[in-house]
């Protein structure tokens, strides 16, 4: 994660992400599109966050089967400021893995279809132990579904 820069173009795949950029603070809204295969008619749309107040700013990492389709800080905000990336790719089963620049690693595995866009949210969480003793360790959060998420 200590790149700044963001490889949006690889050997076989044709990555389109003009806009990913590597600072959280210039995202000036919309969706970012990345397209890692021009031929296929799947579509996931991932929206990804920091939930985190306490690591305020967090570089996260996600590449998906092998390949690097995000590199950028997220700034958590007002915690409900979630980045939309619509990613065109083949249909069938993916490995997505996302690390952080806080060294916390998540690897998951979905299903695309041509049928219909699937929607996806990675969330990083981190809350150190309050007066209480209740805290969330660094850790991402990831779900998907074929309707569209509460925030969309």
């Known amino acids: 994660m200590a790149r700044s820069k963001v490889h949006c173009a690889l050997a ?4 389109v992400a003009a806009t990913c950029s590597s600072k959280a603070d210039n995202y000036s809204g919309g969706t970012i599109d990345i397209v890692v ?23 996260i990492e996600v590449t998906l089967d092998g390949t690097e389709i995000i590199d950028r800080k997220f700034d958590v905000g007002d915690q409900h400021n979630w980045i939309p990336f619509r990613v065109r790719l083949s249909p069938g089963e993916h490995t997505l893995e996302a690390a952080s ?7 998951t595995q979905f299903e695309a279809t041509d049928a219909a866009m699937r929607y996806a949210v990675l969330d990083y969480w981190y809350y150190p132990p309050d007066e209480y003793g209740s805290s969330t360790p660094r ?14």
């Open 12 to 15: 076989a795949l044709t990555i």
């Open 37 to 59: 295969d021009e031929t296929a008619s799947a579509v996931v749309m991932l929206y990804v966050s920091n939930q985190s107040f306490e690591d305020d700013e967090v570089g």
């Open 101 to 107: 620049s806080t060294g916390v690693t998540f690897q």
């Open 139 to 152: 850790k991402f959060g990831f779900m998907i579904q074929d309707e569209p998420v509460a925030f969309d």
